[in-house]
């Protein structure tokens, strides 16, 4: 029902600054939450930051004050604006989407973000 595409992965130097994009087609539940993830090899999946369709947001604490994640409903599309990048946030960033309640759960494919001199 929900596809999502995301883009503006890439590599970047420490300090830097990179915004990423989810675009959703399909049918979106009213309520829903929309977050970033991101996964390093050999730990899990974390939450980066999410959105709630009310605009509710919450951000892990490593990230706070350096990202910001935003949304726009008209576009049905969210984003994640990253600065002051370090090392220790490359990864592969995954976007999600999901519905309430348990009106479905919709993963992006991934983009790689890389943040090396």
């Known amino acids: 029902q929900v596809q999502l595409v995301e883009s503006g992965g890439g590599l970047v130097q420490p300090g830097g600054s990179l915004r990423l994009s989810c675009a959703a087609t399909?049918?979106?539940?009213?309520?829903?939450?929309m977050g970033w993830y991101r996964q390093t090899p050999g730990k899990q999946r974390e939450l980066v930051a999410s959105?709630?369709?009310?605009?509710?947001?919450t951000y892990t604490d490593s990230v706070k004050g350096r990202f910001t994640i935003s949304r726009d409903n008209a576009k049905s599309t969210f984003y994640l604006e990253m600065n002051s990048l370090k090392p220790e946030d490359t990864a592969v960033y995954y976007c999600?989407?999901?519905?309430?309640?348990?009106?479905?759960?919709?993963w992006g494919q991934g983009t790689q973000v890389t943040v090396s001199s």
């Open positions: 959105v709630t369709s009310a605009l509710i947001t």
């Open positions: 999600r989407i999901t519905g309430w309640p348990g009106r479905g759960d919709y």
């Open positions: 399909g049918s979106i539940p009213s309520f829903n939450t």
